[in-house]
């Protein structure tokens, strides 16, 4: 079974530019978390998505969205980036399940991405 | 506020040494779930385990074992007889019912041939 994939794997971009990450889920898995890592900040939550819809969110300003299809592919998208969006996106993915039932996340391997 | 500490930065021990990864967490609900993930040098973070908060055995898988005490708060890792391949960055985490995991900051542990 094919795990959580995530393109590009590597990726630079200047001040002010906007960058779109791919999440390509387990098969089967409906809900999909991104996460950002930083040396400073450590693992931080960004957002999930079940089903199409944004199910919970972190604490993040508004240049940082997302959005789900109905395949259960995700993508996220920083505008306007800044230096300090430097980090390593990871994603998730779960089972998941209307009724909260907890099902352990599995991670992809992140996209590393670099603002100068 | 839900909160995971893991207050051990750097684990450096020689191969073969039986190793413990300190964790302890805050949170106010009384269901909630506790993992610990491995992130080797390639990124990609490698689950390990999870426990719920009703269930309080302790496990172990391999090398590899678990001490859950909800009076302390506390999820603890050990491996026994580490080897150089479990040289890696380990991370305790929390959740609630939201599924949002909240990490601590890390581990980094380096075994010594």
């Known amino acids: 079974k094919a795990g959580v994939t995530q393109t590009p794997r590597y990726l630079i971009k200047t001040r002010g530019q906007q960058v779109t990450l791919s999440c390509s889920p387990i098969?089967?898995?409906?809900?999909v978390s991104w996460y950002q890592q930083t040396p400073g900040q450590g693992l931080q939550f960004l957002f999930e998505y079940f089903s199409e819809t944004q199910r919970n969110k972190g604490n993040f300003p508004g240049r940082f969205s997302g959005r789900q299809f109905s395949n259960s592919r995700s993508e996220m998208n920083v505008s306007t980036l800044e230096l300090g969006d430097s980090a390593l996106y990871l994603c998730?993915?779960?089972?998941?399940?209307?009724?909260?039932?907890?099902?352990?996340?599995?991670f992809g391997p992140g996209t590393r991405l670099t603002v100068l | 506020a839900q909160k995971v500490t893991q207050a051990q930065t750097e684990i450096s021990v020689v191969e073969k040494e039986d190793v413990t990864l300190d964790c302890v967490y805050e949170?106010?609900?009384?269901?909630?779930?506790l993992f610990w993930y491995k992130q080797p040098p390639s990124g990609e973070l490698v689950f390990l385990i999870r426990r719920n908060s009703f269930d309080e055995q302790n496990e172990i898988s391999g090398r590899y074992s678990w001490n859950f005490q909800k009076s302390t708060s506390s999820f603890n890792f050990t491996i026994t007889a580490s080897q150089v391949v479990d040289s890696a960055v380990y991370f305790c985490?929390?959740?609630?019912?939201?599924?949002?995991?909240?990490f601590g900051q890390g581990t980094t542990l380096q075994v010594k041939p």
């Open positions: 098969s089967g898995h409906r809900s």
């Open positions: 998730a993915s779960s089972l998941a399940s209307l009724a909260r039932d907890y099902n352990e996340q599995f």
């Open positions: 985490a929390l959740s609630e019912l939201t599924g949002k995991l909240i």
């Open positions: 949170t106010r609900d009384t269901t909630y779930y």
